[in-house]
T-cell receptor, first 114, second 113 residues
């Protein structure tokens, strides 16, 4: 938990700036995608999700963009705050042997500089 | 408040010992999951259960066992056969058949003495 951020790509962003976190997914048949935020020593928290029939979805201060052509997902955080410092990772949902399965990315560490 | 409770927060295992991690949820979710998280890696699925009294192996089930006798509870036992048990273990739940908004517990950090 405390060491979940080791060896991850790190994005350093000034407080108040916008952050963009990227994720490449692997399965072209994936139909649902989720972004999670994980603070040190805690479990992941749901941020926002998007279905494959959409290319953009907005939440409070967050926007998720989906580009199915290149299998790419991004999370944009507006006006980044110190509380946004965490590891962010994406997950893709696909059918495996008749059951829904989630595959998780390794994550990106976001460090907000006050 | 509804949620998932994992205990203990920290657990230490001696050589050859079996240890059990607790996971309880009061969300009335049918499906429950156990994931393992290692530094710098994505979550890996150990076991999952779609309904009471039924469970399936995930991608890294060797050295682990589970039970699902009650809807609310899905304990994970890390057996002595798991030679590299040090990791952060996460329990999660969701409505049956759906991976939408998977809810996670706060995790258990298991270390070997």
């Amino acid at each position: 938990g405390e060491s979940v951020g080791l060896h991850l790509p790190t994005l350093s962003v000034q407080e108040g700036d916008n952050s963009i976190i990227n994720c490449a997914y692997s399965n072209s048949a994936s139909d649902y995608f989720i972004w999670y935020k994980q603070e040190s020593g805690k479990g992941p928290q749901f941020i926002i999700d998007i279905r494959s029939n959409m290319d953009k979805r907005q939440g409070q201060r967050v926007t998720v963009l989906l580009n199915k052509t290149v299998k790419h997902l991004s999370l944009q955080i507006a006006a980044t705050q110190p509380g946004d410092s965490a590891v962010y990772f994406c997950a893709e949902n696909f059918l495996f042997q008749g059951n829904n399965r989630l595959a998780f990315g390794k994550g990106n560490q976001v460090v907000v500089i006050p | 408040d509804g949620g998932i409770t994992q205990s203990p927060k920290y657990l230490f295992r001696k050589e050859g010992q079996n240890v059990t991690l607790s996971c309880e949820q009061n969300l009335n979710h049918d499906a429950m999951y156990w994931y393992r998280q290692d530094p710098g890696q994505g979550l890996r699925l150990i076991y999952y259960s779609q309904i009471v009294n039924d469970f399936q192996k995930g991608d890294i089930a060797e050295g682990y066992s589970v039970s699902r006798e009650k809807k609310e509870s899905f304990p994970l036992t890390v057996t002595s056969a798991q030679k590299n048990p040090t990791a952060f273990y996460l329990c999660a739940s969701t409505d049956r058949g759906s991976n939408e908004k998977l809810f996670f517990g706060s995790g258990t950090q298991l270390s070997v003495l």
